[in-house]
C-alpha cells in the first residue's frame, strides 16, 4: 500500500477464524489443570496458567505493573505510566472475538487467556486486594491520576465490575482517583450503567472501535463470529450519555480499518455534539490477532485524523469547516494557518487520547506506552513530543 492510499475496506480484510477442540474451549486447558494461583502471575508460556478468577484477580498493564513496582525495569522515556488498567480476568476469557484484539478467542487452542498479549503488552495477573493495598499506601503520593475497569465479554464481568468498583472505592476515594468504565454493552442494560454511576464511577467510555457500521460487522460482529452489534453499543452509549452527562462519556475509535479521515472525523463531531469525546487508536497488527498479516495505519492518515480530532474536542473546530480530497483526507483542517500551527507546536494533539488526569482537560491520564506503536515510530506519544518528534509529525502531516 502506497503512504498516499488511505487503507481500503477490501485491503483491511480479517483472516477467518480456526476451529478450536472442544476441550481446549472455554478455558478448558486452564480448568483441567486447575493450578492454584500464589500472588503475582507474570504470563510466561512455559509454565501451567494458574486458575485466576475476577473479582480476586485483575490483570493490568506492564506500564501500571512498572509503575505499582510489582515488576522491575524501565520504560523508553516514560517513567511511569498515570492510569491504572485493570482488566478482568477468567480463564473462559473474553467470549467475543474482535479481529484486531489480542485477547479474542479465537485463541483459545494457541494461548491461555492470562498469557494473551494486548495492545502490543504482556497483563501480569494481581490479586485486587494486593493492588489496592499499595495504591492506598501511597496516599497522595501516588501516580497514578486515574483508575480504569476494562469489562470484557463474559458472563460475570458485570458483577465482578461492580464488585471490583466497591473494593477500590472502599479504600480509595475517586475524588482523589476517579474511576473509568471501559464497558462491554454487549451484556449490559440501561440499569447496570447507573448501578456504575451509583457506585462511584466517573466516566463511561464505550469502545465503539469501528468507526463505521460495516467496518464494525466485519471486525467484530458476524464478519468473524463475535456477539457484538454497533446498535446495541450505540445504545449503551446513549444511556451513558443519559446517566453520566456530558463530558462523563466516550467512545473509543480505531484509526486505520478501512474507513476514510472523513469517516473518523464525521464521528468525531457526531460525539462532541452529543456532549462526549473520542479516545483514539492507531491501529496496530496485533500478534496472534485475526489482524496480525494487515499493515499498520499510515502516519500520514493517522496524524491528520489526530489533529482534526483534537481541534474539533478542543478548539472548536467544525468538522463542517474542514475541506477532504476524493478519497476523503483531510486537505483543510478549517483553522488559519498561524491558528493551526500554534496547535501543531504545544504537540498536545499527538499525545494518546483517552480520560483526562490531573494536569489538564486535554491531557490524558490514561497514556497507554506503545500500545499502538513501537518506539521507534511513536503513534499515540505518552509524554509531550520534543523538539525532533515534532519535526517528524510535521513531516508526517503531509504524507
Ligand atoms: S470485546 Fe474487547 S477484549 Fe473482547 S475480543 Fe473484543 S476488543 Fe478484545
Redesign the pocket.
Known sequence: MSCFEPSSNATMEPRAPGVIPIELKNGGRVKANDVPPQGVYRPNYNILTPNMRSPEYVQMSTAAALTLGIMAGKMYRCECTRCLNL?LTYPE??????A??????HREAERDYADRN?IRVDWPAVPLEQTIDIVAKQGDKSPFHRMCI????HPRSDDDTRAVLKRWTDRIDPKAIPVSILS?P?TMTRDDVKRLKDLGADIFTV?L?AATPEIFDRT?GKGVQ?P?SWAKYWEILMDARDVFGAQKFGAHIIVGMGETERDVIELVQKLVDLGGHSHMFCFFPEKGSLMDHLPATDRGQWRRVQLARYLIDYKGVRAENMRFDEHGRVSDFGLNEEALEDVVTKGVAFRTSGCPGKFAEDISACDRPYGDSPPSNIASFPFAPNKRDLQKIRRQLKQ
Open positions: 482488566l476469557g473474553c467470549r467475543a472475538n474482535c484486531y484484539c489480542g485477547l479474542a478467542r494486548f476494562s469489562m470484557i465479554t462491554n454487549t469502545a472501535d467484530r463475535s457484538h
